[in-house]
């Protein structure tokens, strides 16, 4: 609980707003977290330990540089998030992030994709808002968590993670989200549904992307429920 005193040093500092007697995350919606691709200092080396960890344990495979990605977007979210753009007359390039590849089937499974702008198409720069607030993607709704534990990017975030009360809730999805998905794919693998290749080099990606079925792994509803 927040004290008469602590809550006096609060007035006026936007970042912080009182729910209950107590501090929470209140966004000045400055828009920062809308423009994405600041630069990511990661080295070329570290990048490739990352996605040889990633294949080598998950069987995941990256479509894109680390350096590219901006938000996440599951392929639910990304189904709505194309209609809106229709039907808002928005250009949105949503691209495939990750994904496993079936050598049993010959099939190339998105897991998400990201929207690929260097600002978000749906962020409306005059009224600094979301254009899709209420259907936004899960990361925007639990940002400026990343996780339960971690925070992103936001120059007005606060440090002790328990003060996100609404963003909590959205960040736990997130990791349910996660899980759920290395679980399935471990499930698909184990129970020979898919066959990962022990590793895939450029050739053969070139191979794949030209010649895969692509599908979608959709799971946020069961993940979620
Ligand atoms: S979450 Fe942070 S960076 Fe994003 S609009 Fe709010 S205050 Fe700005
Ligand atoms: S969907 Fe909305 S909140 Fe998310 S990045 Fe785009 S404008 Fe920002």
């Not at 540089?65 to 809106?84: F, Y």
């Not at 590849?101 to 929207?115: A, P, R």
């Not at 471990?186 to 895969?212: G, N, R, V, W, Y």
């Amino acid at each position: 609980m927040v004290n008469d005193s602590e809550l006096k040093e609060f007035e006026g500092i936007k970042n912080v707003k009182i729910v209950d007697g107590k501090k929470v995350f209140n966004c000045t919606m400055c828009g920062k977290c809308c423009y994405f691709r600041e630069d990511k200092n990661i080295t070329k080396e570290d990048e490739q330990k990352y996605y040889d960890y990633m294949y080598s344990k998950y069987g995941i495979l990256y479509l894109a540089p680390l350096s590219d990605i901006t938000i996440n977007v599951w392929p639910e979210e990304a189904e709505k998030l194309r209609r809106i753009a229709i039907e808002k007359g928005v250009d949105v390039k949503l691209r495939p992030k990750r994904a496993v590849y079936d050598e049993k089937n010959n099939e190339l499974i998105i897991l998400d994709y990201f929207i690929d702008h260097d600002v978000c198409p749906f962020f409306d720069k005059k009224k600094r808002t979301c254009g899709v607030y209420d259907d936004r993607p899960l990361i925007c709704r639990a940002f400026p968590l990343l996780s339960t534990k971690t925070t992103g990017n936001c120059e007005y975030k606060l440090f002790d993670t328990n003060e996100y009360a609404e963003e909590q809730t959205e960040a736990k999805k997130l990791e349910k989200m996660v899980d759920f998905q290395k679980k399935i794919i471990q499930e698909m693998i184990t129970s020979e549904k898919i066959k990962i290749p022990d590793s895939i080099d450029s050739s053969m990606m070139e191979h794949i992307i030209k010649d895969a079925k692509i599908k979608e792994l959709r799971i946020m509803y069961d993940a979620l429920k």
